[in-house]
């Protein structure tokens, strides 16, 4: 059905409706628009969520190619350590 006709079609159900039928149709359409805001207020946290968790698994993977650099360029485990944050012992699995 054309969407116009649909439009038409509920707003004369609206109008010839009594207070009680009103009141339960505002609720209905109410309640349809919480629920289509909760799903799109989850869905914009859960892109959030998905793109700072993706950030810092890429600031995570900058550190180790620059932990295994340094290590391959000979600097001690100590400065390594203390200029990525990692422990003594990821540097050495790295």
Do not use: C, F
């Not at 629920?35 to 700072?52: C, D, F, N, V, W």
């Amino acid at each position: 059905m054309d969407s116009a006709i649909k439009a038409a079609n509920e707003r004369q159900a609206y109008i010839t409706q009594d207070e009680e039928a009103r009141r339960t149709y505002w609720s209905r359409r109410k309640a349809e628009h919480d629920r289509i805001s909760g799903l799109e207020y989850a869905r914009q946290e859960g892109l959030e969520k998905g793109h700072q968790e993706g950030l810092q698994e890429g600031r995570q993977e900058k550190t180790l190619e620059v932990a295994k650099n340094l290590k391959a360029n000979g600097v001690a485990v100590d400065i390594i350590a203390k200029s990525t944050g990692l422990s003594p012992e990821e540097i050495a699995n790295l």
